[in-house]
């Protein structure tokens, strides 16, 4: 499938874009397990504006993200539409994403995120002004509105498309839910009933039977893999083989896990340093580690990393201790 000139990837599961999550490192470490479509972090439109290293430090692409999007953020239609050349013109992005989803009080207080859904007219001016600043295609992540009383997705969506979304992508829970409850799948299969253009399917997926039942029971035409994928790459193999017919029998190993951890933690030291690689590093070991019996032993360890040499000596430690029971 293509969107404008963009192929996008034969594996149908994409990687969410997620603030503090989806760096260079991690997104690599997504696409070396088949995830299709990789996204950035979220970036804020009028920090490019403003010319912010740190801002713009977030658009580096791996050489490995053959279909990439960088999702912006903000709610003025004439900074986003110079964030999203900005954007475009300095990662080389086939894709410029708009976040009309965070739930996230900073965001929303402001008036960005999912604060747009209840604003349509000027999210449709967001849109637009974006498509009518850069060549490449303009996608939208939404919710499917604010609260339960106001759940406005289909009319929404409707609306985003003429303005010239080229693909949109629903998480299925209002903003008030945040991450509790269960994802509305229903309304998504609404959404995609409802439009032309390409649809993405996001909540609740965890394993490679729920990427299977999210595109069955809503008919979109990909899967969007956000919070399951967190110390769980393998899960976009997963999904790609169990969309093709084919099962992998086997679960990463414990020293599998940890040898993938830090590989992203080597790629992320390149990027930023070893101090900033190894703060960032104790979510992400945590993460690998969830659910393998004995693993907490080693937490407050982890928590308390500051050099690669010692995150190395830990790992032996680990691989020692934990190997026989994960």
Not at 70 to 98: H, K, R, T, W, Y
Request: glycine residues 8%; aromatic residues 6%; proline residues 3%.
């Amino acid at each position: 499938m293509k969107i404008g000139n963009v192929a996008l990837e034969k594996n149908k599961a994409f990687l969410a874009p997620m603030a503090g999550v989806t760096d260079l490192a991690f997104r690599k470490t997504c696409k070396d397990f088949l995830a299709g479509l990789t996204y950035s972090e979220m970036v804020s439109a009028k920090a490019l504006t403003l010319n912010s290293k740190k801002t713009k430090s977030l658009l580096e692409k791996h050489e490995s993200e053959t279909t990439f999007a960088v999702q912006i953020f903000g709610n003025d239609p004439d900074i986003m539409a110079e964030g999203a050349v900005i954007a475009a013109d300095l990662s080389g992005a086939d894709i410029i994403d708009i976040n009309m989803g965070c739930p996230t009080p900073k965001i929303v207080s402001n008036g960005d995120g999912s604060a747009l859904m209840k604003d349509p007219k000027r999210a449709a001016e967001i849109v637009s002004a974006v498509c009518n600043k850069i060549t490449i295609p303009v996608t939208v992540k939404m919710r499917l509105g604010w609260d339960k009383d106001t759940i406005n997705v289909i009319e929404f969506s409707k609306r985003m498309q003429d303005a010239g979304a080229a693909m949109v992508c629903v998480h299925g829970r209002t903003r008030e839910q945040m991450y509790s409850g269960k994802a509305d799948w229903s309304l998504i299969a609404r959404v995609k009933e409802a439009l032309s253009i390409p649809v993405i399917a996001n909540g609740d997926v965890f394993t490679e039977v729920d990427a299977l039942n999210i595109l069955d029971r809503t008919g979109a035409d990909f899967v969007m893999v956000g919070r399951g994928c967190l110390g769980n790459p393998w899960l976009f193999e997963k999904i790609h083989c169990a969309l093709n017919g084919l099962h992998l029998n086997s679960e990463p190993s414990v020293s599998d896990r940890l040898d993938t951890a830090a590989v992203q933690i080597e790629l992320a030291q390149k990027q930023k340093g070893e101090r900033i690689a190894l703060l960032e590093a104790r979510k992400h070991f945590m993460w690998y580690l969830h659910g393998i019996p004995g693993a907490k032993q080693f937490y407050e360890q982890i928590s308390k990393l500051e050099t690669l040499n010692q995150m190395y000596s830990l790992m032996l430690l680990m691989k020692e201790k934990l190997r026989s029971r994960g």
